[in-house]
C-alpha cells in the first residue's frame, strides 16, 4: 500500500472522484462502497506532522471539489455562482469527517479514529441536510444508490443516512482487507457489503401491495422556462396548450397534476393575490373540464398582504401595496375553478427561492436563476383531498430531503404528489436524478408518488421505488395516466425520521470527548 509519489497520489485521487460521482452520472451507487478507499491509502502513507496534515487536506479537498463539480455542473446553466458554492460549502462539511479521521488515526486507536470518521461524517451531512438556507444535499452518500433503489428498500427503516453509514463501514472493512489481509477481515467486509444488498432482495420480494389504489394523472406542458426561449418556441401564452392537455385526461382520475409554475407562465393569471383569489376562480373556470371528479393540482406563484405590519421575516415593503410575501405554491381546483385549499413550498432552492445574505445580494442585484429573490416559508405539511383521497402535495426540492417529504406521510397522506420545473439547467443529469431520488422517497414511506414536471420526466413511482409503466422525457409533451397503491401504514422511517443520524450526532460528541480523555491519558502514561 505504498504510494508516496505525487503521480500515485493524483491517480488515487482521479479514482476516487470516479468511484464517488458514479451514482450521480447514472451508472451505480455500488461504487461508492469502495470510493473513500483512495484517500484512506493516501491518509496511510502519511505521517502525523503538520505538514501531512496540510497534504492531506489539499489531497481531500481536491477530491471532493471534483466530485462536486463533476457532478453538480449543470447547476451553472441557471447559475454560474451555483457549483461553486456548492462545490465549498459540501466540501467544508465533507472535511470535517475526514480530517479529524486522519488526525486522530495517527494519535488513537484505530477504532476510534473510524468512529470518528462514521459519526463525524454522517453528523455533518445531517446539518447540511436541516440548514434552512445554505443547504443543497444532492451528494449525500445514501443519495448515490437513486438508480439502484432494489438495493436499499431497508430505506424505509434508516432513510438515506442509512446508506450513508453502509458506505462508510464498507469503504472501512474493505480497506482494513487491504491492510491486514487477514480472514477475520474478510469475512467482515463481505459480511457489510453484502448483507444489505440480502436483506433489500428479501424486503422487495415479501413486499405486500395495498388493494386500495385510485387513478391520477400527470401532465407534462413543455413550456420553456426562460423568457426567450419562450418566445422562440411560441409558447408565451400556453394556456391553449393546457386546455388541450387537460383535455386528454380521463374522467376517471381522482387528481390530475399540472407542474410547479404551470399558472406563472400564464398572462392572465401570474402570481395570485390571495386575498383577491376569486378574481382567478374564472380563469381557472376555462381550463378545468366539469361534470367530472376530477380535481386539479397546479403550482403557482401566490401573494400574501400583510398591510403595514412586517408579519414575517421574508416579507418584502411595496410603496402604496404594504408588506407582503411571495410564495411557491400548489393549488387544488375543484372542477368549478373554485380553489378549495393551498399549499406553501417549505423547502426553497437556495440562491432562487432562499437568498443567503439578503442584503447582500440585493444590493448587488446578482440574478441566482428562474424567478428570483426570497419567498416565504411554508410551515405546514398539508394534505389535499378528493373523496377520501388524501394526497400530499410536495414541489420539487422538496423530493430532496427525506425528513421534511416523509412529514406529509406522517400526516395521513396515502399517496404522493411531487409537482416540479426542473427546465432551468437544461437537459443534463440534474432532471434526471431529481426524478430517482423521488424513488427513494417512495421507499422511505411506502408512498407511491405521482410525478408532473414542466418537461423531464413525468411519471409514477411504486411504493418499492420501481417506475410505473411510462416516463415523459425530457422536451416531451404529453399526459400519463395511471393507477396507484393507497398506503395508511406508516414506515420506521416516517416516525422516527432521521434517526440514524440523530444517534451518530450524540456518538461524536462522546466520540470527540473520549479522544480528549485518551491524549490526557497518553500525555500522563496511564495509556500505551
Same mark, same amino acid.
Given at each position: ?9 493524483? $491517480? ?14 447514472? %451508472? ?7 470510493? +473513500? ?39 451553472? =446553466?441557471?447559475?454560474?455562482?451555483? #457549483? ?42 445531517? /446539518?447540511?441536510?436541516? /440548514?434552512?438556507?445554505?443547504?443543497? #444535499? ?21 432513510? %438515506? ?43 422487495? +420480494?415479501?413486499?405486500?401491495? &395495498?388493494?386500495?389504489? !385510485? ?16 418566445? /422562440? ?8 396548450? %393546457? ?27 401570474? &402570481? ?55 410564495? =411557491? ?12 385549499? @393551498? ?20 444590493? $448587488?442585484? @446578482? ?32 423530493? $430532496? ?19 416540479? =420545473? ?17 424513488? +427513494? ?10 410525478? &408532473?414536471?414542466?418537461?423531464? @420526466?413525468?411519471?409514477? @413511482? ?28 406508516? *414506515?420506521?422511517? !416516517? ?15 462522546? *466520540? ?17
Amino acid at each position: 500500500m505504498k504510494h508516496n509519489s505525487t503521480k500515485h497520489r493524483i $491517480l488515487l485521487v482521479l479514482l476516487s472522484v470516479a468511484l464517488l460521482a458514479s451514482g450521480w452520472l447514472g %451508472i451505480t451507487g455500488f461504487t461508492l462502497l469502495v470510493a +473513500l478507499i483512495p484517500l484512506l491509502i493516501i491518509s496511510e502513507n502519511l505521517s502525523d506532522s503538520k505538514r501531512d496534515f496540510w497534504r492531506m487536506f489539499g489531497w481531500a479537498t481536491l477530491t471532493f471539489m471534483l466530485w462536486s463539480a463533476s457532478t453538480v455542473w449543470w447547476v451553472w =446553466n441557471a447559475t454560474p455562482l451555483g #457549483p461553486l458554492a456548492a462545490g465549498l460549502v459540501g466540501t467544508f462539511y465533507n472535511l470535517c469527517g475526514f480530517m479529524l479521521y486522519h488526525y486522530t488515526s495517527k494519535r488513537a486507536p484505530r477504532a476510534l479514529a473510524y468512529t470518528i470518521l462514521v459519526t463525524v461524517w454522517i453528523a455533518t451531512e445531517w /446539518a447540511y441536510n436541516s /440548514a434552512d438556507v445554505m443547504t443543497f #444535499p444532492w451528494l449525500l452518500l445514501g443519495h448515490g444508490f437513486s438508480g439502484d433503489s432494489w438495493a436499499v428498500q431497508w430505506y424505509e427503516y434508516t432513510g %438515506i443516512f442509512g446508506g450513508t453509514l453502509w458506505v462508510l463501514a464498507s469503504n472501512i472493512a474493505i480497506f482494513e482487507v487491504l491492510r491486514t489481509r487477514t480472514t477475520t477481515a474478510k469475512v467482515r467486509a463481505g459480511a457489510i457489503a453484502l448483507l444489505p444488498i440480502l436483506i433489500s432482495v428479501v424486503l422487495l +420480494l415479501t413486499y405486500k401491495p &395495498s388493494e386500495r389504489t !385510485t387513478e391520477i394523472s400527470v401532465i407534462q406542458p413543455n413550456v420553456p422556462c426562460y423568457k426567450d426561449e419562450r418566445e /422562440a418556441s411560441g409558447k408565451m401564452n400556453p394556456t391553449g396548450d %393546457i386546455i388541450r392537455l387537460i383535455s386528454q385526461v380521463p374522467a376517471s382520475s381522482s387528481f390530475m397534476l399540472l407542474p410547479e409554475s404551470a399558472l406563472a407562465y400564464i398572462p392572465d393569471v401570474g &402570481s395570485i393575490d390571495e386575498a383577491q383569489m376569486f378574481f382567478v376562480e374564472p380563469m381557472l373556470d376555462n381550463m378545468i373540464r366539469s361534470n367530472t371528479p376530477t380535481k386539479l393540482i397546479t403550482g403557482a406563484s401566490t401573494t400574501v398582504r400583510y398591510g403595514n405590519t412586517q408579519a414575517t421575516s421574508t416579507a418584502h415593503y411595496y410603496k402604496g401595496y404594504g408588506w407582503y410575501d411571495r410564495y =411557491n405554491s400548489a393549488l387544488l381546483v375543484d372542477n368549478d375553478g373554485t380553489v378549495n385549499d @393551498i399549499y406553501h413550498k417549505g423547502k426553497l432552492v437556495i440562491g432562487v427561492e432562499a437568498v443567503p445574505m439578503r442584503k447582500f445580494f440585493n444590493y $448587488l442585484e @446578482i440574478d441566482l436563476g428562474g424567478i428570483t429573490g426570497q419567498l416565504g416559508w411554508g410551515n405546514e405539511h398539508k394534505l389535499f383531498e378528493n373523496n377520501d383521497v388524501k394526497i400530499g402535495p410536495s414541489i420539487c426540492y422538496e423530493g $430532496l430531503y427525506g425528513g421534511y417529504f416523509s412529514g406529509f406521510a406522517r400526516n395521513g397522506a396515502e399517496v404522493m404528489a411531487l409537482i416540479s =420545473n426542473d427546465g432551468w439547467w437544461g437537459n443534463t443529469t440534474g432532471h434526471k436524478r431529481l426524478f430517482d431520488f423521488c424513488r +427513494l422517497r417512495a421507499i422511505e414511506t411506502r408512498r407511491a408518488i405521482a410525478r &408532473s414536471a414542466n418537461t423531464g @420526466i413525468s411519471g409514477f @413511482i411504486s411504493p418499492t421505488g420501481s417506475v410505473i409503466g411510462d416516463r415523459l422525457e425530457w422536451d416531451e409533451e404529453g399526459v400519463l395516466t395511471a393507477e396507484v397503491e393507497l398506503r395508511s401504514d406508516k *414506515t420506521i422511517y !416516517t416516525i422516527y425520521g432521521d434517526w440514524i443520524a440523530r444517534i451518530s450526532t450524540f456518538v461524536a460528541v462522546l *466520540t470527540m470527548l473520549y479522544y480528549v480523555a485518551y491524549r490526557i491519558r497518553k500525555r500522563n502514561h496511564l495509556v500505551d
